[in-house]
C-alpha cells in the first residue's frame, strides 16, 4: 500500500519508504471530532467510550486512548489513526474474520441474554478476576457460556496472582485458553509452566517496551495484538509475523472506525484461525457509523473512506471533553513529530 497518497502539505514524519507521514495538526482537526458512546453494558468500568476520529485522504481514522493512559503511551494510538487516515486498509487475504463473543464481568444469569447479540459465534471470551468479585462468579458466568458456546476462552487483565491462576483456572476446567491471568511475563511463564491451559499475552505485549520478552520467557502460546495501542494495522502485521506464536487481533473497546482497521488488520493476517475479539460494538448502544456485528460467528471487513458519512452529531462530547482531547492530540503529535518511525 505504499500508495496511499498522502496529503499533499503533510510532512514526511522521518520515515524511509512505507509511506507513511506525519500530518500538521491543523489538518487533522479539519474534520476531527470527539464522541462519548454510551454502552450497553459495563465494561473495563466503562458505561461510555470517549474517543476522537479524524478523516485524511485514505477514509477515517480513530484517536482514543483511554482517557488515564499517558501521553507516551496515547502517542501509538495516535500513530494508528494516522495510518487509517492516511494509509488506509493494507490488502485483505479474508474475505470474512471469525470474532468472539464478548462477556463482560456480569452475573451468570445475564449471559444468554447478552450472546443473543453474537448469532453464530463459535467462541466466547468471558472476563474473570474481576476486582470485588468472587471465583464462584467467574465458574458460573464461564458455565452459563460454555452451555451455549462450546468453546470458551477468559480473560483475567492480570488480576490474578500464579496461585490464584492456578487454582481458578483448575476450577473453571477446559477453556481454549487464558488470557493475561497475571500481570508480568514471569507469572505467565510460572503460570504456563503449571497448568495444562494455553496461556494467551494480551497486556504484556501491548504495553511492554519489548513484546518479545513474552517469546524469550516462553510466556504464551498466544498473541493478543491491538492495533491502536501497537501503533498501527502494518506495525500490527508486522509483529504478529515475527512474533511466532498464535495471534489474535483484538480491539480496544473502538468506535467502528477503530474497529475497520482492527477488522482490516485481521484480514489482512496469512493465518487467521483463532476467533478475534472485534465483536465489542455490539456493547455500545451507538456508534459513529454502521458496527461492526457478527453474522455466522464471523464480521466482513468494510472501510470508512473519505466520503463516508458518520454520525459524529447525536453523541458529541461537550465542549470541556472536546478541549482535553485537543490538547492531548498536540502533546501526542509532538511525540511523534520527535519519533523516527521503524
Ligand atoms: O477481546 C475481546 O473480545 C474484546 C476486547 C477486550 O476484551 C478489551 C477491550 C478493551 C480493552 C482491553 C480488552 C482486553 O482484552 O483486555
Ligand atoms: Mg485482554
Redesign the pocket.
Known amino acids: 500500500m505504499a500508495g496511499g497518497a498522502p496529503g499533499g502539505s503533510a510532512r514526511d514524519g522521518g520515515v524511509a519508504g512505507d509511506g507513511w507521514v506525519l500530518p500538521e495538526v491543523e489538518e487533522l482537526l479539519a474534520s476531527a471530532a470527539v464522541v462519548r458512546l454510551p454502552m450497553r453494558t459495563r465494561f473495563?468500568g466503562l458505561t461510555a467510550r470517549e474517543t476522537m476520529v479524524f478523516a485524511g485522504p485514505a477514509g477515517w481514522g480513530e484517536f482514543g486512548p483511554f482517557v488515564e493512559y499517558d501521553d507516551a503511551e496515547a502517542a501509538n494510538w495516535l500513530r494508528a489513526g494516522i495510518e487509517a487516515a492516511w494509509l488506509g486498509p493494507p490488502p485483505a487475504v479474508h474475505e470474512t474474520v471469525p470474532v468472539?463473543a464478548?462477556v463482560p464481568a456480569i452475573p451468570a444469569d445475564q449471559v444468554s441474554e447478552l450472546l443473543k447479540r453474537y448469532p453464530g459465534a463459535g467462541t466466547a471470551?468471558v472476563k474473570v478476576a474481576e476486582p470485588g468479585q468472587t471465583l464462584a462468579d467467574d465458574v458460573a458466568r464461564v458455565e452459563a457460556a460454555r452451555e451455549i458456546i462450546g468453546r470458551v476462552r477468559v480473560?483475567a487483565?492480570g488480576g490474578w496472582t500464579v496461585e490464584e491462576a492456578i487454582t481458578a483456572l483448575r476450577a473453571i476446567g477446559e477453556v481454549e485458553y487464558a488470557?493475561q491471568p497475571c500481570k508480568t511475563v514471569e507469572e505467565l511463564a510460572a503460570v504456563r509452566r503449571a497448568v495444562d491451559v494455553p496461556i494467551a499475552a494480551?497486556e504484556s505485549i501491548r504495553k511492554a517496551d519489548d513484546p518479545f520478552r513474552v517469546v524469550a520467557a516462553d510466556a504464551a502460546d498466544v498473541a493478543?495484538v491491538k492495533v491502536a495501542p501497537l501503533g498501527g494495522m502494518r506495525a500490527t502485521l508486522c509483529l504478529a509475523e515475527t512474533l511466532g506464536l498464535r495471534v489474535v487481533v483484538?480491539?480496544?473497546?473502538d468506535s467502528a472506525v477503530g474497529m475497520a482497521a482492527g477488522v482490516a488488520a485481521a484480514a489482512a493476517l496469512a493465518d487467521l484461525d483463532l476467533a478475534c475479539?472485534l465483536?465489542?460494538g455490539s456493547l455500545f448502544t451507538a456508534d459513529v457509523g454502521p458496527s461492526f456485528l457478527m453474522r455466522d460467528g464471523v464480521v466482513e471487513p468494510r472501510w470508512f473512506g473519505p466520503d463516508a458519512h458518520l454520525d459524529l452529531r447525536t453523541h458529541a462530547a461537550g465542549e470541556d471533553r472536546w478541549a482535553w482531547w485537543l490538547d492531548r492530540l498536540r502533546r501526542c503529535h509532538r511525540i511523534l513529530e520527535g519519533t523516527a518511525v521503524r
Not at 483484538?250 to 473497546?253: D, E, I, K, R, V
Open positions: 473495563r468472539n464478548t471470551k480473560d487483565n488470557e494480551d493478543v483484538s480491539s480496544a473497546l475479539g465483536g465489542t
